[in-house]
């Protein structure tokens, strides 16, 4: 019995329980046990036991540990938590065990036995160790700080193994933790050597680690350094700028790490830098002075002992280059030649000079010119293209002369070689035969034709005359020598010649060609029309088609002209059928319309009429169709509808009576088959024959027809589309998934979505839309064991998605487990549904992550901080989630560097490479604390090392040499240069309160020292004192930085100035001329000089060089013609002159000297006005106004001395050159011209043989020009009356000077036409010659005077007869080429950079018979498909029709009359008083009309076609024609329409007549255009006078409707043309 239980035994007797402590005792008083660290949570450590006799069941109790172990009712001992030797090797607690009211004890003792469970732990684990090359083998280099926190057994360190030795040039080893050298160190084969340390454990299993080393070898100075070369040769250009590198020496040095610098003795020239040994220029050069230098260079190498400091010296030999400075000039600006067309190609032209001061400049000719070649060596210029003066009169080129030199030298001259013409060509005639027809009654004075003659040589002046030998009637025909027009000078006789010939020689003075004229003489028609029946009677069915030929027409005519046949209906018109004439049907016949017509078909040779009347039965048929009441019928029906209800109907009617009226229905769809409908044939009920289904057919379309029985023809029918319309009925259920299960993660966010429900509903429309709703929701908890019913809104639920989301917080720890029931359901009313089970399972989270104690953490540590020493120990995070979620390890994130590590389970920060603040001073980490969860969660923390204590190095400048450009004179308070001194450790840091700049204390600077300061400061340096260039062109200036506290550790920094000199006085002119003013002759040679302008500059070298330039004013902005030599001052003329075009050039000469240091802003210049003005030459021949001119006399009232007209002329010249003398050169006897005022005479009496007769009058217009004058005609045709007409009352009547084309045509009409979009390219590449051609090749017919002829219709009669004398005039007349102005916009020659288009105006002058009608207004249209095709091809003949309006002459008698009607009043009685106002009242008006200023316009535009206003011949309107608006707005009108499309005023001939390529202005015409657009049909466009202010005529006009197509404000065009007027 143990001692314990002894006295537990005497203690129950003391007290009478001697039973009861006789069954309670432990086996054993103490208990031992040994347990790994490692034993398992959980496991069975030891089992006590107690002796119990009284049948009860003891209880067990640990009375220390508690929390560490546990003891449950068998008193077996458990483990609660994790054993570590390393934290306590053994625990002593006791344990009880009680029984009732008795207790009994014992004592446990648990020893934790070693486990190898930690690995060798090296701190830091990046070692770095600097070792001297020289170090010695024996003595160790490195101690490992290595430990193990298992027991010695476990935690010795038996083995250290180097890692990759064999890759190593150096051996190692390690015995007892410390690094010893197996070999010599050498820096220069290596200067640092990498390797790992795998440091075991000698536990059970064997645990390591590992420990990376960077050995550093410290070098010796053993070499010093070496130059590559001992003489190092460089060459240098004396033009090199200051600053320059001339050349690099470099040296070798076998010492690593090892830097070396260079230096020279003092030189004024050239600078070393002292680290790169890079030689600079410090002062220019002169090839001239010193062709070469010999400078001694020393280098010397900078080991970490300064002691063992090593040099070498080499020889640096700077030979200096000449240069290229001096370009070529030639001896002349400018070079000008005159060469004949025809001269050889490779003859020798012009020969162009040029020197250079360089010495042996070899110099070089060039020229880019096609037509001249330049021989480089001699610059001789020959030609080497054939030179064509009708191409090219002037040829302006450059050539180039250019030295070897590099970089090269070149200067430019101009050369001008003018082409001189040469008679190379015959004239050439468009053809060797021409010939005109003309009517036999064409007036005197009438152009007929023209020779057409053309000289390729471009001076060439042709004459025309006849060949008098020939059979020509000189006596008809006359022929105009200048321009080849044949005019007509007595009256023709087609009778007596019906042919004339004639002989015509056209020579250009020198050569000459021969034509043949022949003038065909046309007979007048005097024959009337017959036609066979005049009353035709034909019958024609309804049905009849449109084309059918009704009738022929027989009609003849006698004198065999081409009749014309013309019929005014809409449903018939008439054509020709093969050799006959034939009526047709136009448009359908409807009989119940109109069954019978009677047509009259007008028959016309031109001249006289006949007619031919068709009466037209028309014959029925039977021809209704049935016709339904609507062309489309619909229908509604249910998809549930039975088979055989009508569901609608449709109804038809026919207009037929009879069978014809009766028909039937029937569906006539394609698809009929698969249409579940059908149609009574009789009542048109549709009625169902097949199942509906919405879902399958919304709606069904087809056709149905009705047609008739068709007794008298074939059925008629008609058809209806029906649409039937499905109804949608609810007749499907929607499905739904019965089971769905998913996953919700705990603490989900609100609106997260778990799951989408699908629900399927095979109805369309609102039956197939579908809804959700939750039904209810059960959670489930510990396992299911617990249920809860929760609301609907737990969960959210779309009603129209079925997206299921969270909606209330989701907590592992409430449930683990939902089941939803949802259901969905259908838009019927009622609706259909179906019910899903959703079963969601909860997924637990790791909630929280680790939380460090501080937001951010610092630590500021001394440069010296021994390595392994400990940054920062309060660097920690906290996690509150257990077991592995809330176990944490930390690790650096984005760290590159050794400089610390960290502990990954306590986060304690380690020192593992030495700080160096030459590196950094300053390192930023970022810490990471991630928790064991999966998924894991982390936090992140800053960690900043701040680094104090650090030492800035040694001093140095940032340049060792400044460079600075002074202009002479100059004092400047801002710095030329700043100087900058840097810590060699550490270049960025800020050391302007710790260094100070000062200037160097030498002797041999003492004497510069005062021109120059420095900032201690800044190191601003500043001039102090003027420099001088003519004293001193090169300053240099030593200065010292140095630390505050060290100033006897100074740095040595040059400065280099190099002084500029200054531009200092501006150029003058010559006399000081406020203006030089020079006149020279418009025919100024082009290349001539005709000034200088002179300037001087009193600087020397390039400031005092002036070069001159031409300045234009804004008035001269289009280029001036004339060129300046930029070194001379020499003017040019580069460019034709013409006074009459301009007669004066103000510019600007710019006088510019060339200062060369200063730059363009010190360049200094003049200016002087330069006045030229041009005097005029006689280049201008006289114009007049009109070429042709008309008067009439009357026999009886005309007396020697009557004044016929006024010749209209003048001439574009001045002075001399343009004073007039007028003569009449033909045999024109009777007549007389003043030779000054050009007044044309009466000059004798006329005879009664006169009255009849036309004479012909050529009067020369000659200028006063020297030295010859130049000339021009005008003719004038006279026509002599017997007696007074009755519109004339005087002796000679003429077309007053301000009226318009309406009242007198004259003899000259002009017409104008625009092509648009013409390419450049095309033009030039000879679309302008195929014009020309085009144009002489083109006719213009002439419609007849008759009214009839030009669709003037009832009225104009009245006012024209047979007996007239202006009869009518039906032929053919040619215009020819000479007569064609065109005026693209501008010269030829010029192409307008980036213009791709023109367009092109031409103006054609055509003469016309004076045996005219006053009133006729001629419109000469030319088509413009004609217009167009000219451009693309040469052989267009343009065919040009005019167009003759007749104004009544009865106005003229009228308004004539008013003066003798006037004195006649006052004579008679007082009674006729009242006659008297009325005629005073005409008069009045008819004086406006007479000084044409006003007209009232009578509007005449009735909608059935022109007309002409029948009360004109009581008063002095003016009636004219309007047609009819549909005329307007087609592309084809009427040659005829009697309203020209724009009209202009008389001084826009004048203008082509003075110069042919001006311009012509539409401003007075357009002035009021935008008002006439408002006026409607009818409107008139005004003709302006500009010269009054009056509008003088009113014009008809286009209606606003077709206003655009003709005429748009401010661009007066016509379509793609424009035809104007020009009186």
């Given at each position: 019995?143990?001692?314990?239980?002894?006295?537990?035994?005497?203690?129950?007797?003391?007290?009478?329980?001697?039973?009861?402590?006789?069954?309670?005792?432990?086996?054993?008083?103490?208990?031992?046990?040994?347990?790994?660290?490692?034993?398992?949570?959980?496991?069975?450590?030891?089992?006590?036991?107690?002796?119990?006799?009284?049948?009860?069941?003891?209880?067990?109790?640990?009375?220390?540990?508690?929390?560490?172990?546990?003891?449950?009712?068998?008193?077996?001992?458990?483990?609660?938590?994790?054993?570590?030797?390393?934290?306590?090797?053994?625990?002593?607690?006791?344990?009880?065990?009680?029984?009732?009211?008795?207790?009994?004890?014992?004592?446990?003792?648990?020893?934790?036995?070693?486990?190898?469970?930690?690995?060798?732990?090296?701190?830091?684990?990046?070692?770095?160790?600097?070792?001297?090359?020289?170090?010695?083998?024996?003595?160790?280099?490195?101690?490992?700080?290595?430990?193990?926190?298992?027991?010695?057994?476990?935690?010795?360190?038996?083995?250290?193994?180097?890692?990759?030795?064999?890759?190593?040039?150096?051996?190692?080893?390690?015995?007892?933790?410390?690094?010893?050298?197996?070999?010599?160190?050498?820096?220069?084969?290596?200067?640092?050597?990498?390797?790992?340390?795998?440091?075991?454990?000698?536990?059970?299993?064997?645990?390591?680690?590992?420990?990376?080393?960077?050995?550093?070898?410290?070098?010796?100075?053993?070499?010093?350094?070496?130059?590559?070369?001992?003489?190092?040769?460089?060459?240098?250009?004396?033009?090199?700028?200051?600053?320059?590198?001339?050349?690099?020496?470099?040296?070798?040095?076998?010492?690593?790490?090892?830097?070396?610098?260079?230096?020279?003795?003092?030189?004024?020239?050239?600078?070393?830098?002292?680290?790169?040994?890079?030689?600079?220029?410090?002062?220019?050069?002169?090839?001239?002075?010193?062709?070469?230098?010999?400078?001694?260079?020393?280098?010397?190498?900078?080991?970490?002992?300064?002691?063992?400091?090593?040099?070498?010296?080499?020889?640096?030999?700077?030979?200096?280059?000449?240069?290229?400075?001096?370009?070529?000039?030639?001896?002349?600006?400018?070079?000008?030649?005159?060469?004949?067309?025809?001269?050889?190609?490779?003859?020798?032209?012009?020969?162009?000079?040029?020197?250079?001061?360089?010495?042996?400049?070899?110099?070089?000719?060039?020229?880019?010119?096609?037509?001249?070649?330049?021989?480089?060596?001699?610059?001789?210029?020959?030609?080497?293209?054939?030179?064509?003066?009708?191409?090219?009169?002037?040829?302006?080129?450059?050539?180039?002369?250019?030295?070897?030199?590099?970089?090269?030298?070149?200067?430019?001259?101009?050369?001008?070689?003018?082409?001189?013409?040469?008679?190379?060509?015959?004239?050439?005639?468009?053809?060797?035969?021409?010939?005109?027809?003309?009517?036999?009654?064409?007036?005197?004075?009438?152009?007929?034709?023209?020779?057409?003659?053309?000289?390729?040589?471009?001076?060439?002046?042709?004459?025309?005359?006849?060949?008098?030998?020939?059979?020509?009637?000189?006596?008809?025909?006359?022929?105009?020598?200048?321009?080849?027009?044949?005019?007509?000078?007595?009256?023709?006789?087609?009778?007596?010649?019906?042919?004339?010939?004639?002989?015509?020689?056209?020579?250009?003075?020198?050569?000459?060609?021969?034509?043949?004229?022949?003038?065909?003489?046309?007979?007048?028609?005097?024959?009337?029309?017959?036609?066979?029946?005049?009353?035709?009677?034909?019958?024609?069915?309804?049905?009849?088609?449109?084309?059918?030929?009704?009738?022929?027409?027989?009609?003849?005519?006698?004198?065999?002209?081409?009749?014309?046949?013309?019929?005014?209906?809409?449903?018939?018109?008439?054509?020709?059928?093969?050799?006959?004439?034939?009526?047709?049907?136009?448009?359908?016949?409807?009989?119940?319309?109109?069954?019978?017509?009677?047509?009259?078909?007008?028959?016309?040779?031109?001249?006289?009429?006949?007619?031919?009347?068709?009466?037209?039965?028309?014959?029925?048929?039977?021809?209704?169709?049935?016709?339904?009441?609507?062309?489309?019928?619909?229908?509604?029906?249910?998809?549930?509808?039975?088979?055989?209800?009508?569901?609608?109907?449709?109804?038809?009617?026919?207009?037929?009576?009879?069978?014809?009226?009766?028909?039937?229905?029937?569906?006539?769809?394609?698809?009929?088959?698969?249409?579940?409908?059908?149609?009574?044939?009789?009542?048109?009920?549709?009625?169902?024959?097949?199942?509906?289904?919405?879902?399958?057919?919304?709606?069904?379309?087809?056709?149905?027809?009705?047609?008739?029985?068709?007794?008298?023809?074939?059925?008629?029918?008609?058809?209806?589309?029906?649409?039937?319309?499905?109804?949608?009925?609810?007749?499907?259920?929607?499905?739904?998934?019965?089971?769905?299960?998913?996953?919700?993660?705990?603490?989900?966010?609100?609106?997260?979505?778990?799951?989408?429900?699908?629900?399927?509903?095979?109805?369309?429309?609102?039956?197939?839309?579908?809804?959700?709703?939750?039904?209810?929701?059960?959670?489930?908890?510990?396992?299911?064991?617990?249920?809860?019913?929760?609301?609907?809104?737990?969960?959210?639920?779309?009603?129209?998605?079925?997206?299921?989301?969270?909606?209330?917080?989701?907590?592992?720890?409430?449930?683990?487990?939902?089941?939803?029931?949802?259901?969905?359901?259908?838009?019927?009313?009622?609706?259909?549904?179906?019910?899903?089970?959703?079963?969601?399972?909860?997924?637990?989270?790791?909630?929280?992550?680790?939380?460090?104690?501080?937001?951010?953490?610092?630590?500021?540590?001394?440069?010296?901080?021994?390595?392994?020493?400990?940054?920062?120990?309060?660097?920690?995070?906290?996690?509150?989630?257990?077991?592995?979620?809330?176990?944490?390890?930390?690790?650096?994130?984005?760290?590159?560097?050794?400089?610390?590590?960290?502990?990954?389970?306590?986060?304690?920060?380690?020192?593992?490479?030495?700080?160096?603040?030459?590196?950094?001073?300053?390192?930023?980490?970022?810490?990471?604390?991630?928790?064991?969860?999966?998924?894991?969660?982390?936090?992140?923390?800053?960690?900043?090392?701040?680094?104090?204590?650090?030492?800035?190095?040694?001093?140095?400048?940032?340049?060792?040499?400044?460079?600075?450009?002074?202009?002479?004179?100059?004092?400047?308070?801002?710095?030329?240069?700043?100087?900058?001194?840097?810590?060699?450790?550490?270049?960025?840091?800020?050391?302007?309160?710790?260094?100070?700049?000062?200037?160097?204390?030498?002797?041999?600077?003492?004497?510069?020292?005062?021109?120059?300061?420095?900032?201690?400061?800044?190191?601003?340096?500043?001039?102090?004192?003027?420099?001088?260039?003519?004293?001193?062109?090169?300053?240099?200036?030593?200065?010292?930085?140095?630390?505050?506290?060290?100033?006897?550790?100074?740095?040595?920094?040059?400065?280099?100035?190099?002084?500029?000199?200054?531009?200092?006085?501006?150029?003058?002119?010559?006399?000081?001329?406020?203006?030089?003013?020079?006149?020279?002759?418009?025919?100024?040679?082009?290349?001539?000089?005709?000034?200088?302008?002179?300037?001087?500059?009193?600087?020397?070298?390039?400031?005092?060089?002036?070069?001159?330039?031409?300045?234009?004013?804004?008035?001269?902005?289009?280029?001036?013609?004339?060129?300046?030599?930029?070194?001379?001052?020499?003017?040019?003329?580069?460019?034709?002159?013409?006074?009459?075009?301009?007669?004066?050039?103000?510019?600007?000469?710019?006088?510019?000297?060339?200062?060369?240091?200063?730059?363009?802003?010190?360049?200094?210049?003049?200016?002087?006005?330069?006045?030229?003005?041009?005097?005029?030459?006689?280049?201008?021949?006289?114009?007049?106004?009109?070429?042709?001119?008309?008067?009439?006399?009357?026999?009886?009232?005309?007396?020697?001395?009557?004044?016929?007209?006024?010749?209209?002329?003048?001439?574009?010249?001045?002075?001399?050159?343009?004073?007039?003398?007028?003569?009449?050169?033909?045999?024109?006897?009777?007549?007389?011209?003043?030779?000054?005022?050009?007044?044309?005479?009466?000059?004798?009496?006329?005879?009664?043989?006169?009255?009849?007769?036309?004479?012909?009058?050529?009067?020369?217009?000659?200028?006063?020009?020297?030295?010859?004058?130049?000339?021009?005609?005008?003719?004038?045709?006279?026509?002599?009356?017997?007696?007074?007409?009755?519109?004339?009352?005087?002796?000679?009547?003429?077309?007053?000077?301000n009226t318009s084309a309406v009242e007198n045509e004259g003899i000259m009409n002009s017409v104008s036409m625009t092509v648009q979009d013409i390419s450049i390219e095309l033009w030039i590449e000879g679309a302008e010659d195929n014009c020309l051609n085009a144009i002489a090749r083109s006719v213009t017919q002439h419609c007849a005077l008759m009214p009839e002829a030009c669709s003037l219709k009832t009225g104009c009669s009245e006012f024209y007869s047979t007996s007239n004398s202006r009869k009518r005039s039906d032929f053919y007349q040619e215009f020819m080429a000479g007569d064609v102005v065109l005026n693209p916009g501008y010269p030829k020659e010029t192409v307008i950079e980036g213009l791709t288009s023109l367009e092109l105006k031409f103006f054609v002058?055509?003469?016309?018979?004076?045996?005219?009608?006053?009133?006729?207004?001629?419109?000469?249209?030319?088509?413009?498909?004609?217009?167009?095709?000219?451009?693309?091809?040469?052989?267009?003949?343009?065919?040009?029709?005019?167009?003759?309006?007749?104004?009544?002459?009865?106005?003229?008698?009228?308004?004539?009359?008013?003066?003798?009607?006037?004195?006649?009043?006052?004579?008679?009685?007082?009674?006729?008083?009242?006659?008297?106002?009325?005629?005073?009242?005409?008069?009045?008006?008819?004086?406006?009309?007479?000084?044409?200023?006003?007209?009232?316009?009578?509007?005449?535009?009735?909608?059935?076609?022109?007309?002409?206003?029948?009360?004109?011949?009581?008063?002095?309107?003016?009636?004219?024609?309007?047609?009819?608006?549909?005329?307007?707005?087609?592309?084809?009108?009427?040659?005829?329409?009697?309203?020209?499309?724009?009209?202009?005023?008389?001084?826009?001939?004048?203008?082509?007549?003075?110069?042919?390529?001006?311009?012509?202005?539409?401003?007075?015409?357009?002035?009021?255009?935008?008002?006439?657009?408002?006026?409607?049909?009818?409107?008139?466009?005004?003709?302006?006078?500009?010269?009054?202010?009056?509008?003088?005529?009113?014009?008809?006009?286009?209606?606003?409707?077709?206003?655009?197509?003709?005429?748009?404000?401010?661009?007066?065009?016509?379509?793609?043309?424009?035809?104007?007027?020009?009186?």
């Amino acid at each position: 019995m143990t001692p314990l239980c002894f006295l537990s035994l005497l203690l129950a007797f003391a007290t009478g329980a001697y039973a009861t402590c006789n069954t309670l005792c432990f086996e054993s008083n103490t208990y031992t046990v040994d347990v790994p660290e490692n034993a398992t949570v959980g496991s069975s450590l030891l089992t006590v036991m107690v002796t119990n006799t009284s049948g009860s069941a003891p209880e067990y109790k640990l009375l220390h540990f508690d929390t560490i172990f546990s003891i449950n009712s068998s008193g077996v001992i458990t483990l609660l938590q994790p054993l570590d030797f390393e934290d306590t090797r053994s625990y002593h607690m006791s344990v009880q065990a009680s029984v009732n009211m008795y207790v009994t004890t014992a004592s446990v003792d648990l020893t934790v036995l070693d486990v190898n469970d930690n690995r060798p732990y090296c701190s830091p684990d990046l070692l770095y160790v600097a070792v001297s090359e020289e170090t010695d083998m024996v003595d160790p280099v490195l101690q490992f700080p290595c430990h193990d926190a298992d027991d010695e057994a476990n935690g010795v360190f038996p083995n250290y193994e180097v890692e990759s030795l064999a890759l190593l040039d150096v051996s190692v080893s390690v015995t007892d933790g410390k690094l010893y050298l197996g070999s010599r160190l050498d820096c220069e084969a290596s200067d640092r050597h990498n390797f790992s340390i795998t440091v075991t454990d000698n536990g059970t299993p064997q645990m390591s680690t590992s420990v990376s080393v960077v050995l550093l070898v410290e070098p010796v100075n053993e070499f010093g350094p070496v130059f590559v070369e001992d003489v190092f040769e460089f060459s240098v250009n004396e033009l090199t700028e200051l600053g320059m590198p001339v050349g690099n020496v470099t040296t070798t040095d076998k010492d690593c790490e090892d830097y070396i610098t260079y230096s020279i003795p003092f030189n004024d020239h050239f600078y070393i830098d002292s680290l790169s040994g890079v030689l600079y220029l410090t002062k220019s050069l002169d090839y001239e002075m010193v062709s070469s230098y010999e400078v001694e260079v020393t280098a010397f190498d900078h080991p970490n002992d300064t002691n063992t400091q090593l040099s070498s010296n080499a020889t640096i030999r700077i030979s200096v280059l000449d240069s290229n400075d001096n370009p070529p000039v030639f001896t002349k600006p400018l070079y000008t030649m005159q060469v004949a067309e025809n001269i050889a190609i490779d003859e020798h032209i012009i020969d162009v000079e040029c020197t250079d001061a360089d010495t042996n400049a070899s110099i070089v000719y060039s020229e880019s010119y096609d037509f001249f070649d330049v021989d480089e060596d001699t610059g001789s210029i020959s030609l080497s293209m054939e030179l064509n003066y009708e191409e090219v009169q002037l040829h302006r080129f450059t050539v180039t002369c250019s030295d070897a030199g590099s970089p090269g030298f070149s200067s430019v001259a101009v050369v001008l070689v003018q082409v001189q013409d040469v008679n190379e060509y015959h004239p050439s005639l468009y053809n060797t035969e021409f010939e005109a027809q003309v009517p036999e009654d064409v007036g005197i004075g009438s152009n007929l034709t023209k020779i057409i003659a053309h000289d390729q040589d471009l001076d060439g002046v042709l004459r025309y005359q006849f060949v008098l030998e020939s059979e020509c009637p000189i006596d008809t025909l006359d022929i105009d020598s200048l321009t080849g027009d044949i005019y007509l000078i007595n009256n023709l006789d087609y009778e007596k010649d019906q042919n004339l010939h004639c002989e015509v020689n056209v020579t250009d003075g020198e050569r000459s060609r021969m034509t043949d004229l022949i003038i065909h003489v046309l007979d007048i028609n005097d024959v009337p029309p017959t036609c066979a029946n005049s009353v035709l009677t034909r019958s024609l069915s309804e049905d009849a088609p449109v084309n059918t030929r009704v009738t022929n027409f027989s009609c003849i005519d006698g004198d065999s002209k081409d009749l014309e046949y013309s019929l005014s209906s809409d449903t018939f018109y008439v054509d020709s059928c093969g050799d006959l004439f034939c009526m047709f049907l136009g448009s359908a016949l409807d009989y119940e319309t109109r069954d019978a017509y009677a047509l009259r078909i007008e028959v016309t040779d031109g001249r006289y009429n006949t007619s031919v009347t068709v009466h037209v039965l028309v014959s029925p048929v039977n021809e209704f169709p049935p016709v339904f009441m609507a062309s489309s019928y619909e229908c509604n029906v249910s998809e549930a509808a039975a088979l055989g209800i009508k569901i609608c109907q449709i109804l038809a009617s026919d207009q037929d009576e009879g069978e014809d009226g009766k028909f039937q229905y029937r569906i006539v769809d394609d698809d009929e088959e698969n249409i579940p409908f059908s149609i009574d044939t009789s009542s048109g009920d549709i009625i169902v024959t097949g199942r509906l289904d919405y879902e399958a057919h919304t709606h069904y379309n087809f056709s149905v027809s009705s047609c008739d029985f068709g007794v008298n023809l074939t059925s008629l029918c008609s058809n209806a589309t029906i649409y039937v319309w499905v109804i949608n009925e609810n007749d499907n259920h929607p499905t739904c998934a019965s089971n769905i299960f998913a996953q919700v993660k705990e603490n989900s966010s609100y609106g997260k979505v778990i799951t989408t429900l699908e629900c399927v509903d095979d109805d369309l429309g609102m039956y197939g839309q579908t809804g959700h709703e939750i039904l209810n929701v059960t959670g489930f908890s510990e396992g299911g064991n617990s249920i809860s019913m929760l609301p609907e809104s737990f969960f959210l639920l779309n009603t129209s998605y079925g997206v299921v989301a969270v909606n209330e917080d989701i907590d592992y720890e409430t449930y683990q487990l939902f089941e939803v029931y949802t259901k969905c359901k259908d838009g019927g009313i009622p609706s259909l549904s179906c019910v899903s089970k959703i079963t969601l399972e909860v997924v637990p989270e790791n909630e929280y992550q680790p939380t460090f104690s501080k937001e951010a953490y610092s630590v500021t540590v001394p440069e010296s901080l021994a390595l392994g020493s400990t940054l920062s120990s309060d660097l920690v995070a906290f996690d509150e989630d257990e077991g592995s979620d809330g176990r944490i390890e930390y690790s650096l994130v984005g760290s590159a560097d050794y400089t610390v590590s960290i502990s990954s389970s306590s986060g304690q920060v380690t020192l593992t490479r030495q700080l160096n603040c030459s590196e950094e001073t300053q390192y930023s980490y970022t810490v990471l604390a991630q928790d064991g969860g999966n998924p894991s969660r982390s936090s992140m923390v800053s960690l900043g090392i701040n680094i104090t204590d650090c030492s800035l190095g040694r001093l140095v400048a940032e340049r060792e040499t400044y460079f600075a450009n002074v202009t002479e004179e100059s004092i400047t308070e801002s710095p030329i240069v700043t100087l900058s001194c840097l810590s060699e450790r550490y270049p960025e840091t800020n050391l302007s309160q710790k260094v100070r700049y000062s200037l160097a204390n030498s002797s041999t600077t003492a004497a510069e020292n005062s021109l120059f300061s420095v900032a201690p400061d800044s190191g601003d340096v500043a001039i102090v004192e003027q420099l001088d260039y003519e004293v001193a062109t090169f300053h240099s200036q030593p200065f010292h930085c140095f630390y505050t506290d060290a100033p006897e550790m100074f740095e040595m920094i040059t400065l280099y100035v190099s002084v500029l000199p200054l531009n200092e006085y501006t150029p003058t002119f010559d006399d000081d001329e406020d203006e030089h003013s020079i006149s020279i002759s418009e025919m100024a040679p082009v290349g001539s000089s005709v000034t200088r302008i002179h300037a001087q500059d009193l600087d020397s070298g390039k400031d005092g060089e002036i070069h001159y330039t031409i300045e234009t004013t804004s008035t001269e902005s289009d280029g001036l013609p004339f060129a300046i030599d930029l070194d001379s001052g020499k003017l040019y003329v580069i460019d034709h002159l013409d006074r009459e075009e301009k007669s004066s050039f103000s510019f600007n000469v710019i006088a510019q000297d060339c200062s060369e240091h200063g730059g363009s802003s010190d360049v200094k210049s003049a200016t002087l006005p330069v006045l030229v003005n041009i005097l005029d030459s006689n280049d201008n021949p006289p114009r007049c106004t009109k070429r042709f001119d008309y008067v009439t006399i009357t026999l009886s009232q005309a007396s020697p001395g009557d004044v016929l007209l006024a010749l209209n002329c003048s001439d574009l010249d001045e002075g001399a050159n343009s004073q007039l003398n007028y003569a009449i050169t033909n045999n024109a006897t009777k007549f007389g011209v003043n030779a000054t005022s050009g007044v044309v005479t009466l000059k004798e009496s006329l005879a009664a043989e006169d009255a009849g007769m036309f004479y012909s009058i050529t009067v020369e217009v000659s200028d006063g020009g020297t030295p010859s004058p130049l000339y021009s005609s005008v003719y004038v045709a006279v026509n002599v009356e017997s007696s007074p007409s009755s519109v004339n009352d005087g002796a000679v009547t003429s077309p007053p000077s301000n009226t318009s084309a309406v009242e007198n045509e004259g003899i000259m009409n002009s017409v104008s036409m625009t092509v648009q979009d013409i390419s450049i390219e095309l033009w030039i590449e000879g679309a302008e010659d195929n014009c020309l051609n085009a144009i002489a090749r083109s006719v213009t017919q002439h419609c007849a005077l008759m009214p009839e002829a030009c669709s003037l219709k009832t009225g104009c009669s009245e006012f024209y007869s047979t007996s007239n004398s202006r009869k009518r005039s039906d032929f053919y007349q040619e215009f020819m080429a000479g007569d064609v102005v065109l005026n693209p916009g501008y010269p030829k020659e010029t192409v307008i950079e980036g213009l791709t288009s023109l367009e092109l105006k031409f103006f054609v002058a055509l003469p016309q018979g004076v045996q005219k009608a006053q009133e006729r207004v001629t419109d000469y249209v030319i088509p413009e498909e004609a217009l167009k095709s000219f451009v693309a091809q040469d052989s267009t003949v343009i065919e040009a029709v005019t167009r003759d309006s007749v104004a009544p002459p009865i106005t003229q008698s009228v308004c004539g009359n008013w003066k003798n009607a006037a004195v006649a009043a006052f004579v008679v009685t007082a009674t006729i008083l009242l006659a008297l106002a009325v005629v005073a009242v005409m008069a009045l008006v008819c004086r406006n009309k007479g000084r044409g200023r006003s007209r009232k316009v009578v509007p005449i535009s009735q909608a059935g076609g022109p007309a002409v206003n029948m009360d004109s011949r009581r008063s002095c309107e003016v009636p004219y024609i309007t047609p009819h608006p549909a005329q307007h707005l087609g592309s084809e009108r009427s040659p005829s329409d009697g309203c020209s499309d724009i009209l202009t005023t008389d001084n826009e001939f004048a203008s082509m007549e003075n110069n042919g390529r001006e311009s012509m202005s539409n401003k007075d015409i357009l002035r009021d255009l935008e008002s006439i657009r408002s006026q409607g049909e009818g409107s008139c466009l005004r003709d302006y006078d500009s010269d009054s202010g009056d509008y003088i005529q009113n014009w008809p006009f286009a209606p606003p409707n077709s206003f655009g197509p003709y005429v748009r404000p401010g661009n007066v065009k016509v379509n793609t043309w424009t035809t104007r007027f020009l009186s």
